[in-house]
């Protein structure tokens, strides 16, 4: 029997995959690059037998308000796993205020995703108005938190009672900002308290609970509930957002079993007014995206939850910002990367070489079988020359995916082009890429 090695690189992403067919021609980006070349005496080192985290998966939010729900041939595209289709498993929804009337508009996309194997995350940003001290879908707090509980209990019911189930529910979206769209504000004793009180009952409807969605996931707001055995066992997976904060490991977590889910992220300054301020701009963003999921893996995080799924800035464009409706962008097929060789695997320890260049990260996995996939990021300008890469084992043979950032929205060079590769000499890695790798072992 033989182990498979997956390699993945972005600028580009660039992996290596069990042996599929491809181009072997070199890549290269749009406009001119300043690069100069660097030569790796030292192997990038993968061990894996340290392992960390297994990795649940990616995915992003549904649209809602100012946009239309995700059609069926999106979805499609999202979560599927044939040709052009990207894998990603797991999708956010909103839970309206307004009952079913509203809920009825979500049946259909979540049944979409299920049957093609996501996990369901369901997230209200505001109770209903009478349940609330101000009367008002902004801002106030929780009053009425024996109705709350009933009406969160009412909407899984709903869901699964229409063949749309939800698999996590988080009782709150960012309990800490100040804004002036649908909020609702908590401090973390309401949190443990409501946790406490209702987070058994609202679990045996069912699904996993979740607390809190902070918006720079502080863990004020999360470490009361894992310090308390009782209310601890009431909670299956702490979440939140980085926005300004919050991209740290969290020990006390990881001490408690509970998953580690980022939900909710976004970058989009590479545009003012929906107007792109220039290619170099994108290209920096995009690779930003790419360290950022890199460095949420290597930091503990089992899940990772992009905002919109389809806006001009994310996975599938919308039509504004020099975007094409439903066509996939670069990071796009940048979390799919993720999403296609790390989900459903345990990260192991990957060593960078020794004097690698600042812009240069790393991540490995290994699945059930003992098959490695690596994704590097190459934010950089240097071109990295016959990186070796160090295995526990002889691979018998490596796959290389690559997917090349064009410099507009609507253009992505190479898109999860695969081509097998041999270890022996070294691999090269592209500027402003982001690789990854496969290998197989030799099994007796």
Same mark, same amino acid.
């Given at each position: 029997?033989?182990?498979?090695?997956? &390699?993945?690189?972005?600028?580009?992403?660039?992996?290596? &995959?069990?042996s599929?067919?491809?181009?072997?021609?070199?890549?290269?980006?749009?406009?001119e690059?300043?690069?100069?070349?660097?030569?790796?005496?030292?192997?990038?080192?993968?061990?894996?037998?340290?392992?960390?985290?297994?990795?649940?998966?990616?995915?992003?939010?549904?649209?809602?308000?100012?946009?239309?729900?995700?059609?069926?041939?999106?979805? =499609?595209?999202?979560?599927?796993?044939?040709?052009?289709?990207?894998?990603?498993?797991?999708?956010?929804?909103?839970?309206? !205020?307004?009952?079913?009337?509203?809920?009825?508009?979500?049946?259909? =996309?979540?049944?979409?995703a299920?049957?093609?194997?996501a996990?369901?995350?369901?997230?209200?940003?505001?109770?209903?108005?009478?349940?609330?001290? /101000?009367?008002?879908?902004?801002?106030?707090?929780l009053?009425d938190?024996?109705?709350?509980?009933?009406?969160?209990?009412?909407f899984?019911r709903?869901?699964?009672?229409?063949?749309?189930?939800?698999?996590?529910?988080?009782?709150?979206?960012? !309990?800490?900002?100040?804004?002036?769209? %649908?909020?609702?504000?908590?401090?973390?004793?309401q949190?443990y308290?409501?946790?406490?009180?209702?987070?058994?009952?609202?679990?045996?409807?069912?699904?996993?609970?979740?607390?809190?969605?902070?918006?720079?996931?502080?863990?004020?707001?999360?470490?009361?509930?894992?310090?308390?055995?009782?209310?601890?066992?009431?909670?299956?997976?702490?979440?939140?957002?980085?926005?300004?904060?919050?991209?740290?490991?969290?020990?006390? &977590?990881?001490?408690?079993?509970?998953?580690?889910?980022?939900?909710?992220?976004?970058?989009?300054?590479?545009?003012?007014?929906?107007?792109?301020?220039?290619?170099?701009?994108?290209?920096?963003?995009?690779?930003?995206?790419?360290?950022?999921?890199?460095?949420?893996?290597?930091?503990?995080?089992?899940?990772?939850?992009?905002?919109?799924?389809r806006r001009?800035?994310?996975?599938?464009?919308?039509?504004?910002?020099?975007?094409?409706?439903?066509?996939?962008? =670069?990071?796009?097929?940048?979390?799919?990367?993720?999403?296609?060789?790390? =989900?459903?695997?345990?990260?192991?320890?990957a060593?960078? !070489?020794?004097?690698?260049?600042s812009?240069?990260?790393?991540?490995a996995?290994?699945n059930?079988?003992?098959?490695?996939?690596?994704?590097?990021? /190459?934010?950089?300008?240097?071109?990295?020359?016959?990186l070796?890469?160090? &295995? !526990?084992?002889?691979?018998?043979?490596?796959v290389k995916?690559?997917?090349?950032?064009?410099?507009?929205?609507? %253009?992505?060079?190479?898109?999860?082009?695969?081509?097998?590769?041999?270890?022996?000499?070294?691999?090269?890695?592209?500027?402003?890429? %982001?690789?990854?790798?496969?290998?197989?072992?030799?099994?007796?």
């Amino acid at each position: 029997m033989r182990k498979t090695i997956y &390699l993945t690189y972005l600028l580009s992403v660039f992996s290596l &995959l069990p042996s599929y067919g491809g181009s072997n021609e070199k890549i290269t980006v749009s406009g001119e690059i300043s690069s100069v070349e660097v030569h790796s005496a030292t192997p990038l080192i993968i061990d894996t037998d340290t392992e960390y985290q297994k990795v649940i998966g990616f995915g992003g939010m549904n649209t809602k308000w100012q946009a239309s729900t995700l059609s069926d041939n999106e979805i =499609t595209t999202l979560y599927g796993n044939g040709e052009g289709q990207l894998g990603y498993n797991v999708l956010r929804v909103r839970i309206s !205020p307004n009952g079913e009337r509203d809920w009825k508009q979500i049946v259909g =996309t979540v049944r979409k995703a299920k049957s093609l194997g996501a996990t369901i995350l369901a997230t209200p940003w505001t109770p209903p108005v009478g349940l609330k001290n /101000n009367h008002s879908i902004v801002q106030g707090e929780l009053a009425d938190t024996d109705g709350y509980a009933a009406y969160l209990k009412s909407f899984v019911r709903y869901m699964q009672n229409n063949g749309a189930d939800i698999d996590v529910l988080s009782i709150q979206n960012e !309990p800490d900002i100040d804004v002036k769209y %649908e909020s609702c504000q908590w401090s973390p004793a309401q949190i443990y308290d409501f946790v406490k009180k209702y987070g058994a009952k609202l679990r045996a409807t069912g699904v996993k609970l979740m607390a809190s969605e902070h918006s720079k996931f502080n863990h004020d707001f999360t470490d009361p509930l894992l310090q308390d055995e009782q209310v601890a066992a009431n909670v299956d997976c702490i979440g939140g957002h980085i926005y300004g904060g919050g991209l740290v490991s969290y020990d006390l &977590l990881a001490q408690k079993g509970k998953e580690y889910w980022m939900t909710e992220h976004y970058l989009n300054k590479a545009w003012k007014d929906k107007v792109l301020t220039g290619p170099e701009a994108l290209r920096t963003e995009n690779m930003a995206f790419a360290e950022e999921l890199n460095n949420c893996m290597n930091l503990g995080f089992n899940v990772y939850i992009w905002w919109y799924l389809r806006r001009f800035y994310s996975m599938l464009g919308d039509g504004d910002g020099g975007s094409v409706r439903s066509e996939v962008t =670069t990071r796009g097929y940048f979390l799919s990367h993720f999403a296609k060789y790390a =989900t459903g695997r345990i990260r192991v320890k990957a060593t960078l !070489p020794e004097g690698a260049p600042s812009g240069i990260s790393a991540t490995a996995y290994k699945n059930a079988e003992g098959d490695i996939s690596v994704i590097l990021v /190459n934010s950089s300008a240097n071109v990295i020359q016959g990186l070796k890469i160090a &295995l !526990p084992f002889k691979a018998a043979k490596a796959v290389k995916v690559v997917t090349t950032s064009g410099t507009t929205p609507a %253009e992505t060079v190479k898109k999860m082009a695969q081509s097998k590769v041999k270890l022996a000499g070294g691999v090269d890695v592209d500027a402003y890429s %982001e690789i990854g790798r496969a290998s197989c072992r030799e099994r007796v």
